[in-house]
């Protein structure tokens, strides 16, 4: 009797956990693949040399441009200049018929949070990787993920469903900004990061 | 990096009356750079949203020497006891340190207004509606500003998305200090009549700190103690009375006429 | 015990599987995202990520030219300034020009072509086909002959001195009785006086402003937008240096009026007599210029008639103090002074002597061809001249047949009574207005313009200016499908007429012909926004390089004024009739009989006045009391008590010409016995929000033999329940 009770309870606490474990990140974000296959590597590194800033570059006003806009792909890629069928389906169906890239955004803030990469980056020297990851590597882009309640990628939570970051550079929520403004000592406001 | 490299700013701003024209293009401007939704139909003075306004105001006698001013209003970024953070209960209004601007987090907000009855200057605006701009035009929001929902509080933050991006032009060059001519607020920009004048109040030599300094300067409800960083200037003696003018000190008016 | 599972078993593996779940992201997590999702407004719309630029373009609400820089987020613009440094707009725009930007989404646009099902009150405004509606506009003009003239078919310009006004007066003169009308408030009511008044018919004359040190306007709403507003605010703002000195004769609290140094406010419609009054003290104390005989044909004419206006008559009608009018005239003696006459739109003009004497007091302290005056200013390269357009009043009742309404701004400055008057029964109204206003529902065909901002457009000289200037405002939006350029609407017009042989110049190559003209002539310089650098015409070489400047939002300047030459005016151009409906003056203007109030309408629209206003103007006219909502009745507050109103009250004004509901809201400083009615934006509503009324106080207005609208009577009461 006790250990049928005893078996019943740890059946439901497993069943319980496989659903919040589980089955629960699987309900609460969609998946959707990119516009197009964008290999960071070929870009990157010893292929094609480039560096992060040579495409996510600032505008003279002190923007970050985040994703590139096609013109900037264009001024390679005017006409296909590599031997792959993902190339070549990117210039035909986006850089001849001039068409924006529908590009979803892994690390999009909501409209009132407000971060300057220029004074993270360029006044504090923090690398690209610290937050964004060594995504500069990737030879393929990750599903894009967006949870279905907040509608915000999967990666401002991280992808760990803990919340408990696999990886230093999981997690872009505000609590990661407060914690490492803290350790920087910095007395702010809340509108110097909230619009 | 050392945080404490960033010069502290005390930003402020000082509005010349005998200049103003009540042509309410700050109003306009303000309007349009926050992103604020035109009237619902049944919105009235006492319900409409506008973090500056301006008021006309009239020296009293009715046949000579008649007078008129024009009073533009906004969040008077009270530097002492600012009357509305006392009040909040829910963190949603703070000074901040680095700029003495009073900010306020909309998202934080739960719409109680106290704050409102709180502010002496009536600088702050309830969202009784949602925001509803005609077909098409929410294409031109500022996106530096995100819009405000139904039932929270709002006002005057001195165009703080403009000193995000003059901090952000600075930081690109590698510098933390932002250059004046980047960080203009939208309704000093716009003053046809250029009445107002806007800066660092810690800067001795800027012309804003030389304005408030100036004789003719004044600021409104001082009695208060809440500090404003918005001065006012007018060489007319009445509009100086009428700015410290409240229920008790009417009788003294009445003398000192 | 068989495996039987019984309900105590389900709440163990319940409880267990609450112990999981808890040990488990899910609870949390759902706590925090519920938690931004109801920060997620949907209403709030999203923002755009797209990058920033600047675009530089024109304003073309008004006459005034001002240069815009916009700022835009991937094209579209989210925010306008006035250009830095820029020559006509000083780095300034106004409340209206401000959300310029947004007319293009205003709520009342339209962009389909319409046909109404008549004039009367509920008509039916249904979609037509456009090449439909212009070919029933063709049968009607195909109609018409020589024996329907003299006016079968008359346009009105609401911005005269475009290249398309020329195109547009082209057109008329191919078509039988082509009329070219002109707003009232289209033009500068003093220099079009003065051209009139010249010897030299081809004078034209603008205001040397800059060093002027005392301005006394007869109603011109000086601060309110009046000539090239940032020169205005730029002059205003510095008189506590200069000592520049307003003085402004108005009727009207108008915000010029309060914050003039001197206000003489007069009794409504006694303008002509305290000019002349002025006149008076000038040639009693001899103030007035020593050449006066040399540089005037009628000044003995002039002097016998002023004669009659001594100080004690001119206050008495006037009610302005005889020390007042001897102070104004030694005060405007002393120059450099400028005497100018306006209205606001709606004001209606001031009457023809009232014109004229206004504008003789210029000529009489010899302000004329002087620095600070009033000087000669060249004409804009490859203007055309024209004869003189015709006002509204000048045409004969029921004799137009086809009325063109130009859609420049869609604002509204003329009654719709004095309109309907003048058309035939039966002829057609046509509006080329981009809004769905209650002033545009009421014409038989629309055939909507592009909006403001939408279509390449052309901005010369402001009014009053002493040099020419050129610019071309840039289009900022495209071009919304169904709407149809003016230019194209008079092809289409032309085709299917059968006498009109003219053809209509593309919109590119009408505008590159002014641009040649000016280029061709080598004068001048170019104003470029992008860095406020100055080139000089003569150093571009090409005139496509001289477009291309232009086309970047360049703003072309003449060289300083025109070489002065000596002009001798009438200051009496009517003669004897003009005199002696002068002296009719004398005799006093019956006061209103019985319960009827003198109404006075006045316009409030933006800070520039004539055009639509975008919603967020809301501001200042419906979420603060800065400004007044169509249909405020401005009273003194006994005049209000003595009809039994007070502060905030619903009223209703009635004369024979039909009635109207207006607010009451009482101040001290408007004349008894008086009612200022303003007409301007509305309060915002679903179905016509921001929109300026079209009829308004404008439809109890009834011109008089003089012309104008400015005075009307009516009796005004509480208004009762559901009263119209």
Known sequence: ?195 | ?257 | MGPTITRRDLLRLAGGSALGVIFSPLPWKLLDDSAIWTQNWSLNPPLSHAPISLAYSTCTLCPGGCGITARCTGGVPFSLTGTKSHPVGRGVLCAAGLAGHQMAMHPLRIVQACASSGRSVGAVISPLEREKAIAAIGAILNGLSARDAPHSVALIDRRPGRALSAVYRNFLSTVPGGLYIVSPSAEDATLTTLQQMAATPAWIGGFDFEQTRTLLSFGAPVLEGWGSPGQVMDIWSKRARTGFRLIQADSRPSRTARLAQTWLQLRPGTETILALGLGHVIIRENLHAHDIKRTTRDFAEYARLVARFDPPTVSALCGVSKESIEETARTIARRPSLVVAGTDPAGGPLPNEARTAIAALNVLLGTMGTRAGIVARNPLPGEPVMPPATTIDQVPDQSIRILIIDGAESGYDIPVSLLRKKVHPQGAIVSLSPLLTPMTAWADYIIPAPAHLELLEEISTAPGAVTCSYALARPLHPVREGSTDPLDFLRLLSAVTAGAATTIPTRDAMLRARADAIHASGRGKVFMPQDGAWIEVKGLATTEQFWQKLSEGGCWIDDGPAQSRSVSFSLLPGGNDEATRCLALLSGSETPEGSSVTVMPYGVRGATASAQVSPILSKIFQESNLKDLDGTALLHPGTATSYGLADGDSATMHNGAGTMRVVVRCDGAVLPGVVHVAAGPRRNNSDAPGCVGGEGILSLCEPGSDGTWRLTTATIGKAHGSEI
């Open chain 2, 1 to 257: 990096m050392d945080p404490k490299s960033e010069k502290t700013a005390r930003y402020g701003m000082v509005i010349d009356l005998d200049r103003c024209t009540g042509c309410g293009a700050c109003m306009v401007a303000c309007a349009v750079e926050h992103n604020v939704p035109p009237a619902e139909s049944s919105a009235t003075p006492r319900t409409g949203i506008t973090w500056l306004r301006v008021y006309g105001m009239d020296n009293g006698p009715e046949d000579s020497g008649r007078d008129t001013a024009y009073i533009p209003m906004l969040c008077q970024q009270c530097g002492h006891d600012t009357p509305c953070i006392a009040v909040c209960p829910q963190n949603a209004v703070d000074v901040d340190p680095t700029t003495g601007i009073v900010g306020q987090v909309p998202q934080r907000c739960l719409g109680c207004r106290y704050c409102m009855t709180a502010c002496p200057y009536h600088a702050r605006s309830f969202n009784w509606w949602d925001p509803h701009w005609p077909a098409g035009m929410e294409k031109t929001l500022n996106p530096d500003v995100s819009p405000r929902m139904r039932g929270v509080v709002e006002k005057c933050n001195f165009c703080h998305a403009r000193l995000h991006q003059a901090k952000a032009k600075a930081a690109l060059e590698g510098k933390r200090d932002i250059k004046p001519a980047d960080y203009v607020p939208a309704c000093v920009e716009s003053c046809p009549a250029r009445a107002m004048v806007f800066g660092d109040l810690n800067d001795a030599s800027s012309d804003v700190a030389l304005a408030a300094a100036a004789a003719a300067s004044f600021q409104f409800l001082p009695r208060l103690g809440t500090e404003p960083k918005v001065y006012y200037r007018s060489d007319r003696d009445w509009i100086r009375r009428k700015a410290d003018h409240t229920v008790h000190s009417s009788l003294t008016e009445a003398e000192h006429r």
């Open chain 1, 1 to 195: 009797m006790k250990r049928r009770t005893l078996m019943l309870i740890i059946a439901g606490v497993a069943l319980g956990a496989g659903t919040g474990w589980v089955l629960f990140p699987l309900a609460l974000y969609t998946r959707e693949s990119q516009p197009v296959n964008f290999s960071h590597k070929v870009h990157t590194g010893e292929q094609a040399g480039m560096t992060c800033e040579n495409c996510h570059d600032f505008t003279a006003d002190g923007r970050f441009s985040g994703i590139p806009a096609l013109d900037k792909c264009t001024g390679c890629h005017g006409a296909t200049i590599g031997s792959t069928d993902e190339e070549k389906r990117f210039v035909e169906e986006f850089v001849i018929p001039g068409r924006p890239v529908p590009w979803r955004v892994y690390s999009r803030q909501p409209d009132n949070a407000y971060f300057p990469h220029a004074a993270h980056v360029k006044l504090a020297g923090i690398a690209c990787e610290e937050c964004h990851g060594p995504h500069g590597a990737g030879d393929a882009l990750p599903a894009y993920q967006a949870n279905r309640l907040t509608g915000y990628s999967r990666d401002i939570w991280g992808r760990n469903i803990s919340g408990i970051p696999s990886h230093p550079w999981e997690g872009m929520k505000m609590d990661r900004c407060v914690r490492c403004h803290a350790l920087q000592g910095r007395t702010d406001g809340c509108i110097d990061c909230h619009k």
